[in-house]
């Protein structure tokens, strides 16, 4: 059964965000090593219960705090995804070395991501 796995934070100023949720929850972020602008954010030990996530710069207007569901095929689900009355609001694109993600809205307008896992992405 596809699981919450990751959430994203959008921020128009990511260093501003960082410091706050460094601050208040006390939350260890660091810059990633990938081909972008992305920080990687752990919030707990890995025996508590809850997820990590990222936060990045926001590029839409839609982009807010966003859950992130591991599904096995993003192009499955993204069909699944429209013909139950949502919509696909970011194509399947490569995350390199992490696998395909694509935004979508539910049928209450709520965005979420769908992401296939597959470290040969390009």
């Known amino acids: 059964m596809p699981r919450v796995?990751?959430?994203?934070?959008?921020?128009?100023?990511?260093?501003?965000?960082?410091?706050?949720?460094r601050d208040v929850f006390g939350w260890r972020i660091e810059k990633w090593t990938g081909?972008?602008?992305?920080?990687?954010?752990?919030?707990?030990?890995?025996?508590?219960p809850g997820i990590d996530?990222?936060?990045?710069r926001r590029e839409h207007p839609w982009e807010s705090i966003t859950n992130i569901i591991d599904v096995t095929s993003?192009?499955?689900i993204a069909a699944k995804i429209?013909?139950?009355?949502?919509?696909?609001i970011?194509?399947?694109?490569?995350?390199?070395?992490?696998?395909?993600?694509a935004a979508c809205q539910d049928t209450e307008g709520n965005v979420f991501g769908i992401m296939q896992m597959d470290?040969?992405?390009?």
């Open 5 to 21: 796995i990751h959430f994203d934070i959008s921020a128009d100023e990511p260093e501003r965000a960082i410091r706050f949720y």
């Open 35 to 48: 081909p972008f602008d992305y920080w990687l954010i752990k919030t707990g030990e890995p025996n508590q």
């Open 53 to 56: 996530g990222g936060l990045a």
């Open 74 to 76: 993003v192009d499955e």
């Open 82 to 88: 429209v013909a139950n009355g949502g919509r696909i």
């Open 90 to 101: 970011q194509p399947r694109h490569a995350i390199p070395g992490v696998g395909y993600l």
């Open 119 to 122: 470290e040969s992405a390009t």
